[in-house]
């Protein structure tokens, strides 16, 4: 059995003089901003399948609407979470939806760039807050275009949510609140179905917390999902629903081009992600699980956007700030170059899914190698598993 609890007699945090940055603080934010600008001039690329989700709940009484959502719309891929906040800004905000949207979604980066700080202050006592406040920023610099490109451009708020609940899980575990963290894990199913594989973080809290961690885990997806499933059973189609394979990704690159999404494919994407994460916290490397989850998705993923880069960029930040002992953000600078620059430049098709493979096969040996670290705190995410 593995054992995750943290040391008897935690190491002696090093002491570092509080200095302001506001010099770099500025930077990022002026940074932001310029991006922000550049992508929302014609963004909101996918903002229409989230007004159709949010309209359509809002119809209760119609066949077609209410809980009958997915029955009749099965190309929704994103969660009961993301439908209730779509419908919240249409009602509340009406045309200016779309840009409190792109704002909030904008606002989530920086929020887990504040959390991905957090979590590395805690788990890395013995190195210096300036170290980390120097890595974070360089990743910073990496990170936000691919970020803006989700929140402003595309304006996916399914993956903005899944993936700010998973950080925000992560610091209520870091910080032994279970519980909390089971709910947001399931916050992020209930966004996004493939946020699944995270429940695998539960498996390591401790024996006494565990069965009941599971079970609001369970009860909270149950709760956001089973209504939809007994409205209209239709529901269930939406999870096999299947579109053309992109000649860029890496399943066909695989060999499974030239058709329809194949049957597995879902059901692959899960139990990969899933079995990777168990690895990744196993082998002491918790700070890559988002990284390998994200990662395990697109290896068998049949579209290819470039907002999906966004998920690969939160998991190489979360690992070069907070797992890794390099001081050079190498993760987060090169899934930038080879996720989301490349595309911008002449390529034959095939190269972007080789560069997927390459990448999720990086990331399983980064996992499947045992942690020999030197901050033993590092290496403990969750409370005493034993």
Known sequence: MVTLDRPLVAPSPVRTPRRRRPLAAAILLVWALAWFWFLSRHGGVSWHYFVDGG???E????????LHLYGSRPDLQFGPASVVAAAVLLMSAGSRALILAQLGTAAVGGAI???????????????????IDRTLFVAAIAFIPVWMDLAARFVHIDDMLALGFTLAALL??????PLIGALLLALAVDAKPWALPFVALLFFVARSHRLRALALYGTAVAVAWVPFLISD????????????????????????GGGQTPPWDRVVQIALGLGLA????RSGRWA???????LARLVVD??????????VLVGAVLWDVAGSSRRWPWWTTMTALGFFALRWLPQPLWLHGVVTIAFFLAAVVLVARRMECAEPASAAILPNSS
């Not at 699980?289 to 994200?294: E, N, T």
């Not at 049949?302 to 999906?308: E, N």
């Open 55 to 57: 309209q359509l709940f």
């Open 59 to 66: 119809d209760i009484d119609s066949r077609t609407g209410g």
């Open 113 to 131: 760039l504040f959390a991905v700080r957090a979590l590395a202050i805690d788990a890395r006592p013995r190195t210096p807050r300036p170290t």
């Open 172 to 177: 209520a575990l870091r910080r032994e609140h």
């Open 233 to 256: 059973p239709r529901t269930l189609g939406a999870a096999g629903y299947r579109i053309p394979v992109d000649p860029s990704s890496a399943l066909f690159v695989l060999g499974f």
């Open 278 to 281: 168990v690895l990744a916290v």
């Open 288 to 294: 890559a699980v988002v990284l390998v989850v994200v």
């Open 302 to 311: 049949p579209g290819v956007h470039s907002y999906y880069a966004a998920g």
